[in-house]
């Protein structure tokens, strides 16, 4: 777990995170990741189905979302996760620009990425 230097609590532990991955290497650094954080992991989620699912039925208090899941666009899980009115991310190799016009407001996190820049990322979706 990362603790600062003032031994406060780490802003993200504790929180209950969703992922949204299909690259099974990037998943399982997203996963470490996080449980350095003192986060909890939901899912994750490799497939559009599996995400629409989660997303729905799982309690999180925030999510990380890869754009394009095996060929398909995230955007029905954003939907679902924007109506339950939870906080969220994506996950991109392609930028800010790879993100449809609604959302593009939201933090990105560009792949590939360090564990500081992910928990920048989060730290700003939770804003």
């Not at 995170?17 to 899912?43: K, N, T, W, Y």
């Amino acid at each position: 777990m990362v603790i600062p230097e003032n031994d406060a609590p780490a802003p993200l532990a504790g929180l209950k995170i969703l992922v949204v991955e299909d690259e099974v290497a990037i998943s399982m650094l997203l996963e470490d990741m996080l449980l350095d954080f003192g986060s909890e992991v939901v899912g994750p989620a490799g497939r559009l189905s599996q995400a629409v699912d989660l997303a729905e039925r799982e309690t999180y208090d925030l999510a990380i979302l890869d754009v394009n899941l095996a060929g398909e666009p995230i955007y029905p899980v954003v939907d679902v996760i924007a109506k339950r009115g939870i906080r969220f991310l994506f996950s991109t190799g392609y930028g800010a620009a790879g993100i449809d016009g609604p959302w593009r407001d939201r933090p990105v996190l560009q792949k590939p990425f360090s564990q500081s820049e992910l928990e920048r990322a989060l730290t700003a979706a939770l804003r």
